[in-house]
């Protein structure tokens, strides 16, 4: 009787620890990150909780940027190309649809023409937005279809990075060397202002209330905050260095910027309500910033270095290092998801 009851128990295991060949990995990672690492070159995701890789994907010839769908079971990877924005390399043109529970490509768009996609942004309707630097546009995206619903004009070069208003009504775009800020009119897919910025300009990013968009004019050591409500320049932060890239803190109080000073990396808080750099810290951060992204679990600060290939993580409270991840090679944009059951 005793060996019956082995017998049945070690079957019944089996069955539950059966998966059928071909079937997606089952084990449920509920909070993630996910990495864009150019040397990969691909992308690799994150448990977010205990920071360990669940699975990689490589494709390409370096991807820059990446972001979740909106329940977070697939990532979507544009392929840009070999080199900087502005600078001679290859013209790709395939943005991917990662499954994230094991990294399984489950389909790809060739964006054609519409060359060197870089910038991406998923809006409440699920909706991809996702620049063109070649075609000086920004693509609209079906993510069931998989096709390009719509474009709209930037009538800038260089057209980079953006930021898209909660409503989706309109898309802010960094045009870098242009020294312009586009400015999009989503329902009417026009152009709705060209913004001269007067230096080269880099990164997009949106205040929480969306009261103003903010880019980086590393050129002229600011970062310039600009009114939504009429595009006009509010104000201005001087920082030492060259700012690069900002994300607001989740109640919009502070603004943290990731730049470049001598050589290194260096991170600015920016008290908002101030408008002032309240603490600074370039330690042991490494020497060429790839991206800045807030964890929205913990709250941290991560900011990726693509020489080293390490993604630090900065206590938002005292403005010091807490820990260090090591990364894939050349680390750049880095997202976050809870995926939704």
Partial sequence: MLRLSIYLFLALLCVVNWVAPGAPNQMQHKRLMLVVSKGLPGITIYDAVAEEPVCRATMGISPHEAAFSLDGKQA?????????????????????????????????LDTGENKRPHGIAVGRSGTIYLTAEIAQSVLLISPQDRQIIATIPTRSPYSHMIALTQDEKTIYVSNVQSKTVSVLNVPERKLAALIQTGSENQRMTLSPDERWFVTNLGPEHKIAFYRTSDNALDFTIPVDGTPFVSKFSADGKFLYNAGHDNGRIQVWKVDVGQRKVVAKTRDNLGTNAGSLEVNPFNHLVYVSDQDTNRISEIDPENWSVKKQLAADKRPDAMAFIEVQQ
């Fill in 76 to 108: 979507y990877v544009p392929v840009y190309g070999s080199s900087g924005v502005g600078q001679p390399g290859t013209d790709e043109h395939v943005l991917h649809f990662i499954r994230t529970s094991d990294c399984k490509e489950i389909g790809t």
